[in-house]
């Protein structure tokens, strides 16, 4: 006898013994909260649920957004038997016996939904046994994965499932659920009418760091606090620091103090002292924000103040930023301060900042530019023949890779020429001012003896 994952669901959430998270899981699309760039109205997620015919894709994002549970609800949209199987827990054996699983069903006019969790983990044998019967149409596979699928998952088996990336919550979208889950009576705390703050559930959405599955399993502990009154059950700020410390408490609902420390980071950095940004994004992150923020802060901070008198600054930035994602949030925030201190010890220039300033501000002012003839390019013959591409030098032709003169300085004729980039004696953009001069100087030359 089939038993069918969906409706499984269902059964075990009505259960009271299980986790609310759990419990709280949506059965419709109307039900879920967050990714309304995929599952809103007229979105593709959305017309697959309302059309009854879902594709193969592989849905990217990180814990708790709610990848399981579109599954689930894609399966029973369309119809489909879902088989769930984790890329940890299954070999070659559990993929056969899932694809004799969906061929019995396809006798009796069932298509197979294959939800496979973790599928970055599956290795080349797993992809190859599954591909065929992805290929066939046999089953269609929802992959989830926290990694990036273009990484970890083959060509062949990527090429054949389209890739959605599903955001962290934010806080709203988190409050909404701790919401619901206080007033839902079938599956949720609803038989408590408990009363809860809104700054205790601000704070514990914040310290979810936009995971559904985490802020409802704090709300479910700290409701083992609440305090009862004349009136019932009241969940307020000190329930919720019984369950994740006083400091969480530190972020103010209006926000303030959040993007104080976010402020204090940068201009730590930006002041080159590595131990106070190390001190304020401890604060931070303790006090429930997502090190992600920082992260992103530190992205802007590269360009903004570290520039090219360290190249390398953005990059280490960005494979934080990767590292954060790949390794979890434990071993993630060591990344995350690795690349505060290299920012924070780096020589510092905004010359990228000022130049990019001024280059949108000239852009506004003649907006009317024209490109150059020589530099547009010519794929037709009425084109060449207007002489698109004519007099164009290929800079690797030419003597030192540059080609000299300001009859090729790829500025447009009806501009006055205007310098944005200087570079400053700082770091590796000292390198940089010493080219720019030295090219100068070709250009001189060249300009003479034409």
Same mark, same amino acid.
């Given at each position: 006898?089939?038993?069918?994952?969906?409706?499984?669901?269902?059964?075990? #959430?009505?259960?009271?013994? #299980?986790?609310?998270?759990?419990?709280?899981?949506?059965?419709?699309?109307?039900?879920?909260?967050?990714? %309304?760039?995929? /599952?809103?109205?007229?979105?593709?997620?959305?017309?697959?649920?309302?059309?009854?015919?879902?594709?193969?894709?592989?849905?990217?994002?990180?814990?708790?957004?709610?990848?399981?549970?579109?599954?689930?609800?894609?399966?029973?949209?369309?119809?489909?038997?879902?088989?769930?199987?984790? #890329?940890?827990?299954?070999?070659?054996?559990?993929?056969?016996?899932?694809?004799? &699983?969906? &061929?019995? #069903?396809?006798?009796?006019?069932?298509?197979?939904?294959?939800?496979?969790?973790?599928?970055?983990?599956?290795?080349?044998?797993?992809?190859?046994?599954?591909?065929?019967?992805?290929?066939?149409?046999?089953?269609?596979?929802? *992959?989830?994965?926290?990694?990036?699928?273009?990484?970890?998952? $083959?060509?062949?088996?990527?090429?054949r499932?389209? /890739?959605?990336?599903?955001?962290?919550?934010?806080?709203?979208?988190?409050i909404?659920?701790?919401?619901?889950?206080?007033?839902?009576?079938?599956?949720?705390? *609803?038989?408590?009418?408990?009363?809860?703050?809104?700054?205790?559930?601000?704070?514990?959405?914040?310290?979810?760091?936009?995971?559904?599955?985490?802020?409802?399993?704090l709300l479910?502990?700290?409701?083992?606090?609440?305090?009862?009154?004349e %009136?019932?059950?009241?969940l307020?700020?000190d329930?919720?620091?019984?369950?994740?410390?006083?400091?969480?408490?530190?972020?103010?609902?209006?926000?303030?103090?959040?993007?104080?420390?976010?402020?204090?980071?940068h201009?730590?950095?930006?002041?080159?002292?590595?131990?106070?940004?190390?001190?304020?994004?401890?604060?931070?992150?303790?006090?429930?924000?997502?090190?992600?923020?920082?992260?992103?802060?530190l992205?802007?901070?590269?360009?903004?103040? /570290?520039?090219?008198?360290d190249?390398?600054?953005?990059?280490?930035?960005?494979?934080? @930023?990767?590292?954060?994602?790949?390794?979890?949030?434990?071993?993630? %925030?060591?990344?995350?301060?690795?690349?505060?201190?290299?920012?924070?010890?780096?020589?510092?220039?905004?010359?990228?900042?000022?130049? @990019? $300033?001024?280059?949108?501000?000239?852009?506004?002012?003649?907006?009317?530019?024209?490109?150059?003839?020589?530099?547009? $390019?010519?794929?037709?013959?009425?084109?060449?023949?207007?002489?698109?591409?004519?007099?164009?030098?290929?800079?690797?032709?030419?003597?030192?890779?540059?080609?000299?003169?300001?009859?090729?300085?790829?500025?447009?004729?009806?501009?006055?020429?205007?310098?944005?980039?200087?570079?400053?004696?700082?770091?590796?953009?000292?390198?940089?001012?010493?080219? %720019?001069?030295?090219?100068?100087?070709?250009d001189?030359?060249?300009?003479?003896?034409?």
């Amino acid at each position: 006898m089939d038993l069918f994952a969906a409706d499984h669901s269902r059964d075990r #959430a009505s259960q009271n013994h #299980a986790p609310l998270a759990f419990r709280m899981r949506p059965r419709r699309l109307e039900d879920y909260v967050g990714q %309304q760039a995929l /599952v809103g109205p007229g979105k593709p997620l959305r017309r697959m649920a309302e059309s009854a015919s879902v594709r193969s894709m592989i849905l990217w994002g990180p814990p708790g957004v709610g990848k399981t549970t579109l599954a689930e609800i894609l399966a029973e949209a369309s119809g489909a038997r879902l088989e769930q199987l984790s #890329a940890v827990m299954a070999g070659v054996k559990e993929i056969r016996a899932a694809v004799e &699983r969906a &061929r019995e #069903a396809r006798l009796r006019e069932r298509q197979t939904l294959l939800f496979l969790d973790e599928i970055h983990r599956l290795n080349k044998s797993q992809q190859d046994a599954l591909l065929p019967h992805v290929e066939s149409g046999l089953l269609t596979l929802v *992959g989830a994965t926290t990694e990036n699928p273009s990484f970890e998952v $083959n060509s062949a088996l990527l090429s054949r499932a389209r /890739v959605y990336v599903l955001k962290p919550l934010d806080e709203e979208e988190l409050i909404t659920v701790l919401e619901r889950a206080l007033s839902d009576e079938t599956h949720g705390l *609803g038989e408590r009418h408990i009363r809860a703050s809104a700054e205790a559930l601000s704070i514990l959405a914040r310290a979810a760091s936009g995971d559904a599955r985490r802020a409802l399993g704090l709300l479910e502990t700290a409701c083992d606090f609440v305090k009862t009154d004349e %009136q019932g059950e009241h969940l307020d700020c000190d329930a919720v620091v019984e369950v994740i410390g006083h400091q969480a408490a530190a972020f103010d609902k209006q926000g303030e103090h959040y993007y104080d420390l976010l402020s204090a980071i940068h201009k730590s950095v930006r002041s080159s002292r590595p131990d106070a940004a190390l001190l304020y994004i401890a604060q931070f992150v303790s006090g429930g924000g997502d090190p992600l923020d920082v992260v992103r802060r530190l992205a802007a901070i590269a360009s903004e103040d /570290v520039g090219n008198a360290d190249p390398r600054a953005l990059p280490l930035v960005i494979a934080a @930023w990767d590292a954060y994602l790949r390794l979890g949030d434990y071993e993630g %925030q060591r990344a995350i301060a690795h690349a505060a201190i290299h920012l924070a010890i780096a020589p510092k220039s905004n010359r990228i900042d000022q130049a @990019w $300033n001024q280059a949108k501000a000239f852009v506004a002012e003649h907006p009317d530019l024209e490109v150059p003839i020589y530099l547009r $390019n010519a794929p037709t013959k009425l084109m060449s023949s207007l002489g698109y591409g004519e007099g164009y030098r290929y800079a690797h032709n030419e003597p030192d890779g540059y080609p000299a003169g300001s009859r090729h300085d790829c500025w447009p004729e009806n501009l006055p020429k205007t310098r944005f980039y200087d570079p400053s004696e700082f770091g590796q953009e000292k390198r940089f001012q010493q080219m %720019q001069a030295w090219r100068a100087e070709l250009d001189r030359q060249a300009d003479e003896g034409s």
